[in-house]
């Protein structure tokens, strides 16, 4: 699958060259044909100018496809190339936690693994096993995985567990899909969280109803003295007088106006990707137990979590006009800005109370495909049996260091129990034994 995705970016980054300098061709093709018609008044070359533009345009609107084809290959790609990394247990070339998804997993409860002592036993950091189940792509996707290496499970949980990971370990292509949406999202910690934050405050434009009424009514007075003024009433004064309001209003009331905005469109990369693993997740015919609940989270409350993400990545281009030159015009006649966040606050009344759900369901789906991922590489590999009677007893057989090439990795046969039992590991000094009964205790 990595030579087969590197064949096709490779296929695709060529096409996008090419294109690139048919692109060029027609824009330089439109300069000179413009030219020489504007200085023969030649109507004839005026027209090819035209449809020379016309075509530059579409050669530009054709490039940046090809641009995202490439992007989506290459990231297939390193993903699978990742995956050969995985198997051959080479830690230079897997992903790491970024550092401040580490910062934000919550501290370990007491009785629980700290992160200091999980370090000790391989748990977490370089060659260890949250790097050898490393595939998360999001910040909540990494804290889940820590979180769930930190933290014991209850038997019943540990099953469930199981049996999604079984069910996902076959779907290559939907483990692959979720990852490449999250590495194309490219999403950080500080903007997972302030995310969050903007969509569970509560509204500000929402609850000045006065405000949203003057701002509505405005735009429609000015519309109004525009069209008299047209008709030659004697209106250009209140026009006049209405824009200024307007203006006020944006440089006073409308910074604050502002700002919301920002927040969100600063982050409006997130939400067409997010809108999409919520929708790989809810289409899937799943059977475990585990994946129909996340799946029920994702639909709960008739708001559908990718109809819900798509509406809000709709928005964003309303959000890209406060960038043109001409958008104090627009602003001055029409109040754009009041409008779009009242839209905006109607989304968070709608779906705003889900999304930190949401997003904990796609980080607990994130972790069960990183478990998924090892079940499918390393399918002679078992899951452990849990039984909830009889005394504890711990059975293994051809139990190895997970951490190890397989190849190189010994396998023994382990048996702990009944209490008061004792595993002696012994040895030469310096042969090793205190690494061994380390990692014996970790298992």
């Known amino acids: 699958r990595s030579a087969e995705f590197g064949a096709a970016a490779a296929t695709y980054d060529q096409r996008a060259r090419r294109q690139g300098n048919i692109s060029l061709g027609l824009f330089f093709g439109a300069i000179v044909l413009l030219i020489v018609a504007l200085w023969n008044d030649n109507t004839l070359l005026t027209v090819l100018a035209v449809l020379c533009i016309v075509a530059f345009i579409a050669s530009l609107v054709y490039r940046n496809r090809l641009n995202r ?41 007491p009785g629980h693994l700290d992160p200091a002592t999980a370090s000790d036993l391989d748990l977490l950091g370089r060659a260890s096993l949250e790097q050898l189940l490393g595939t998360p792509t999001t910040p909540v996707g990494w804290s889940t995985l820590r979180t769930w290496l930190l933290t014991p499970a209850l038997p019943a949980t540990v099953r469930a567990r199981q049996a999604a990971a079984a069910e996902l370990a076959p779907q290559v292509e939907l483990r692959e899909e979720m990852g490449l949406s999250g590495r194309l999202m490219e999403s950080t910690q500080a903007e997972y969280e302030q995310f969050i934050a903007w969509a569970e405050r509560p509204g500000w434009l929402h609850h000045r109803p006065w405000l949203v009424w003057a701002t509505r009514l405005l735009p429609l007075a000015a519309l109004g003295c525009f069209v008299a003024a047209l008709l030659g009433w004697p209106t250009t004064p209140a026009l006049v007088a209405i824009l200024v309001i307007n203006l006020a209003l944006s440089f006073t009331i409308g910074g604050r106006v502002s700002d919301d905005i920002t927040q969100v469109s600063a982050r409006q990369g997130v939400f067409a990707a997010y809108a999409g693993m919520f929708r790989l997740l809810a289409k899937q015919s799943f059977t475990a137990p585990a994946l129909q609940a996340l799946q029920a989270q994702l639909t709960a409350d008739h708001a559908p979590a990718d109809r819900q993400m798509h509406r809000l990545e709709r928005l964003m281009p309303l959000a890209d006009i406060r960038r043109s030159l001409i958008f104090i015009v627009i602003e001055a006649a029409t109040l754009w800005s009041f409008h779009l966040l009242w839209l905006l606050e109607r989304w968070k009344e709608h779906a705003g109370s889900h999304v930190r759900t949401w997003l904990t369901v796609l980080g607990e789906a994130e972790a069960l495909i990183a478990l998924a991922t090892l079940h499918f590489d390393h399918p002679a590999w078992t899951f452990p049996e849990l039984l909830d009677e009889g005394a504890p007893r711990f059975d293994a057989v051809g139990l190895a260091h997970p951490l190890l090439p397989p190849a190189r990795a010994v396998g023994n046969d382990v048996t702990l129990g009944p209490p008061g039992a004792f595993l002696l590991v012994t040895g030469s000094n310096m042969a090793g034994n205190t690494m061994q009964h380390r990692r014996c205790s970790c298992f």
């Open 69 to 109: 084809l490439q992007r989506r290959f290459a990231t297939l790609q390193a993903l699978n190339q990742e995956g050969l990394h995985r198997l051959a247990r080479q830690w230079d070339g897997l992903p790491l936690p970024p550092p401040a998804a580490v910062d934000a997993a919550p501290p370990a409860p």
